[in-house]
């Protein structure tokens, strides 16, 4: 992926609309209970991008915030309720789930917090108990 290349994402019903550039931080699945309960799915593809990276370039007064923990502000657009992104202040990256920008190539690099998972996916890609070490995790990996 080159560094100048954007893509345009946008929620369900199109009233908010982002563009990110660049290259991910990282990208993968989380399986863990809060990611599965706010996505209402099995397992959420995310993509993980420094805050500069995004730029909302529409409906930015749609975009609605929750935040159960300080780790991570919920953002999900008001009009449609259609999820968008999770800031996490802590980790200094927006989670841009993968679904809403669909002409990104995403290719999932690591599965974390697996242990929790309740959909098995054998796909080759390394699985982590929680998350990796500089994320502050046991950086531990669990078997397919």
């Given at each position: 992926m080159s560094n100048d290349k954007s893509y345009i994402g946008r929620c369900f019903c199109g009233e908010v609309q982002f563009t990110v550039k660049g290259e991910p931080e990282a990208m993968g699945y989380c399986h863990c209970e809060s990611c599965r309960h706010w996505s209402a799915g099995p397992v959420?593809?995310?993509?993980l991008w420094?805050?500069?990276?995004?730029?909302v370039t529409q409906g930015v007064d749609k975009i609605g915030t929750y935040n159960k923990t300080p780790a991570s502000y919920r953002k999900w657009c008001r009009s449609?309720?259609?999820?968008?992104?999770?800031e996490h202040p802590e980790m200094g990256l927006i989670d841009v789930y993968a679904a809403v920008i669909p002409e990104f190539p995403f290719e999932a690099g690591v599965h974390v917090n697996y242990q929790?998972?309740?959909?098995?996916?054998?796909?080759?890609?390394?699985?982590?108990k929680d998350v990796p070490v500089e994320m502050g995790g046991s950086g531990e990996t669990v078997a397919e």
């Open positions: 959420n593809a995310f993509t420094k805050p500069e990276a995004l730029e449609c309720g259609g999820h968008i992104f999770t929790e998972a309740v959909l098995r996916i054998k796909d080759g890609v390394t699985k982590m």
